[in-house]
């Protein structure tokens, strides 16, 4: 289920959620029930750059265990001719019941939007 197309102005809102639950398959492989929400908070900046944080929420029912990630994306969006492009820097914590820890990660994009 998406729910999308929620904007004001500069600022657009947009959640993803997933629910994903063990019905057949192999008897050997562990069954999977968990959930994922990922909100999408995006303020547009002047001249294509824009500020964004989109954490993907996990939640496991077996472990009963969350993974809670806080990220804030900086980049651009430009245009060359009839193709857009998107460069962003996204550093990443992530608080993990799962594990008592906490993740920290940096990722690099560069997309083509056709």
Do not use: C
């Not at 929620?6 to 562990?30: M, N, T, V």
């Not at 750059?49 to 804030?72: G, R």
């Not at 009839?82 to 019941?97: A, M, Q, R, V």
């Amino acid at each position: 289920m998406s729910i999308n197309k929620a904007s004001w102005g500069k600022w657009q809102l947009d959640i993803l959620y997933e629910y994903y639950h063990s019905i057949a398959g192999d008897s050997s492989r562990d069954e999977v029930e968990v959930t994922y929400i990922q909100p999408s908070l995006t303020y547009h900046l002047s001249k294509g750059f824009y500020m964004e944080t989109e954490p993907v929420i996990q939640y496991d029912f077996f472990a009963n265990a969350w993974s809670i990630p806080l990220d804030l994306r900086f980049g651009k969006v430009y245009r060359n001719k009839s193709l857009k492009f998107n460069t962003y820097i996204d550093p990443e914590y992530t608080f993990n019941s799962i594990n008592n820890g906490v993740l920290f990660g940096i990722r690099f994009g560069y997309r083509i939007i056709l």
